[in-house]
C-alpha cells in the first residue's frame, strides 16, 4: 500500500525558508517521477513541482519557479522541497505523491502545513 509521511512546515516570516520532506513507501520510489502539490484554503489544488524518477529533470510551477528546489534521494525513499524566499500566497497545506500525470493518484497523506506570515 503506497504511504506517504509529509514533514517539515511550520509557521515562518515573510521572505523566511522551509524545507519539506516526504518519506514513500509502498512502491518502487525510483520508477515514478514524483511531485509536490499545495491547496489554499478555498482553493483547488495544485502541483508545485515535478521531479523525474532519478533525479534528472526537474519542473516547476511558474509562481514558485526561482524560489523552490525539488530534490530527491532513492536510497531514502524521501523527496525533498527547499522553499526559499517564502511570501504569504505560499501558504498552504502541501502533498506530496506521484506525479498525477504518469500514474492515477488513490490515495493522499496528511500533507504538512506551512503559514508565512507578512
Known amino acids: 500500500q503506497v504511504q506517504l509521511v509529509e514533514s517539515g512546515g511550520g509557521l515562518v516570516q515573510s521572505g523566511g525558508s522551509l524545507r519539506l520532506s516526504c518519506v514513500a513507501s509502498?512502491?518502487?520510489?525510483?520508477?515514478?517521477?514524483m511531485a509536490w502539490y499545495r491547496q489554499a484554503p478555498g482553493k483547488e489544488r495544485e502541483l508545485v513541482a515535478m521531479?523525474?524518477?532519478?533525479?534528472?529533470?526537474?519542473s516547476y510551477a511558474d509562481s514558485v519557479k526561482g524560489r523552490f528546489t525539488i530534490s530527491r534521494d532513492n536510497a531514502k525513499n524521501t523527496m525533498y522541497l527547499q522553499m526559499n524566499s517564502l511570501k504569504p500566497d505560499d501558504t498552504a497545506l502541501y502533498y506530496c505523491?506521484?506525479?498525477?500525470?504518469?500514474?492515477?493518484?488513490?490515495?493522499w497523506g496528511q500533507g504538512t502545513q506551512v503559514t508565512v506570515s507578512s
Open positions: 505523491n506521484q506525479d498525477h500525470r504518469f500514474v492515477s493518484i488513490q490515495k
Open positions: 521531479i523525474t524518477g532519478r533525479g534528472e529533470t526537474t
Open positions: 509502498g512502491f518502487t520510489f525510483t520508477v515514478y517521477p
